[in-house]
């Protein structure tokens, strides 16, 4: 756009300005003038009509072979072309061709998030498809594509719990470290959720962003580890953390790989969904419980919407105005239909 107007404005007098092209890339600020132009040719003929019958005639005898049409005689129309042209530009001018550049500005300021994924054993369990940490890493990854400028990191536990990603906004990252989780990532057995809290507020303690928050997303209870899920969840809300916490996976028995003839094999299952919803309650946060993938997918969407960081924008508007150059033009014709009016062109006889 900006290499358009360039040239415009240097060549305003270049036949560029009545390109299609040109046309269609201006903003018309009253463009309902440019549909009156269409209605210039029909006046052109309701006046040659009226001049036609009402005019003063002279009869005269000629015989056929006197009568001869002058080439010449065809120049007196050149008047009435040039106050068509005038016209129109005119109303050209009239409709107000722009170009306008938008510039906007986003910012928000940010949120920092760590999720934290539970990678024990029955995290295998598979009344999630195709289990339930796979479904978990599907919807986490649905769940950073959300974002807009948010700091985000990753912790992952079972026996024990580590950083798998401090708080960023490279989101690719973030998607690239999702997919490298499987459960051979940690060793040590059992679901150290104490442990894991620990590790995320460690990771967002010194962080001075006004909304901190956790998503701790477990299929069990607390079993290993060296600190209490409370204890954790304390010393979270001690340092502004709000936390979500997600049960995932069905009570009772539900279906865990196959025996050794190829049938499904079932577990009983159970969930500690009472400390669950304590941690949530202490980190003023809320507990959800998924049995599903999409009640799972739903579960994200909606505190996706709790912590939506508000987006303001700016938005600047540099306009410029073109109708001169068609004035301009409309001028000249007017000029040149001024000065034949006058002169031979003007007095022709009409057949």
């Not at 009239?94 to 940010?110: F, H, I, Y």
């Not at 290993?224 to 001690?238: E, H, M, N, R, V």
């Not at 539900?254 to 009983?268: A, I, K, S």
């Not at 409309?330 to 000029?335: R, T, V």
């Amino acid at each position: 756009m900006d290499k358009m107007i360039n040239w415009l404005v240097q060549d305003w007098f270049s036949i560029k300005w009545f390109l299609p092209e040109t046309l269609r890339a201006f903003q018309w600020e009253k463009p309902y003038f440019l549909y009156v132009i269409l209605f210039l040719p029909l006046l052109y003929i309701f006046r040659w009509l009226l001049h036609f019958n009402f005019r003063q005639k002279l009869e005269i005898a000629l015989t056929e072979n006197d009568a001869v049409s002058d080439p010449i005689a065809l120049l007196r129309h050149l008047l009435s072309i040039f106050v068509l042209l005038f016209l129109s530009l005119l109303l050209v001018a009239l409709a107000r061709p722009q170009s306008t550049d938008e510039k906007v500005e986003q910012w928000t300021e940010g949120i920092d998030i760590m999720l934290v994924l539970d990678i024990s054993e029955s995290m295998q369990i598979q009344d999630f498809k195709p289990n339930r940490l796979e479904a978990a890493k599907e919807v986490a990854t649905n769940f950073i594509n959300g974002r807009f400028q948010d700091r985000m990191g990753l912790v992952v536990f079972s026996g024990d719990a580590f950083s798998l990603s401090p708080l960023t906004t490279d989101y690719n990252l973030l998607k690239a470290s999702i997919k490298t989780i499987d459960f051979d990532l940690i060793e040590a057995r059992g679901t150290a959720i104490g442990s894991a809290l620990a590790v995320a507020t460690n990771r967002m303690r010194e962080s001075e962003t006004k909304s901190k928050v956790v998503v701790l997303l477990s299929d069990g209870e607390n079993t290993a580890g060296s600190i209490d899920p409370k204890t954790a969840a304390d010393l979270a809300y001690a340092y502004g953390i709000k936390i979500y916490t997600i049960g995932i996976g069905k009570e009772g028995k539900v279906p865990f790989g196959t025996d050794l003839y190829g049938n499904t094999r079932y577990v009983e299952n159970s969930m500690d969904e009472t400390s669950l919803r304590q941690i949530a309650d202490i980190g003023k946060g809320k507990y959800f419980r998924a049995t599903n993938n999409q009640a799972l997918e739903d579960i994200f969407k909606s505190i996706d919407q709790y912590e939506k960081a508000e987006i303001k924008e700016n938005r600047f508007k540099d306009t410029k105005d073109f109708y001169q150059v068609y004035l301009m033009w409309s001028l000249i014709f007017f000029l040149i239909w001024l000065a034949l009016k006058n002169t031979f062109i003007g007095n022709l006889m009409e057949d």
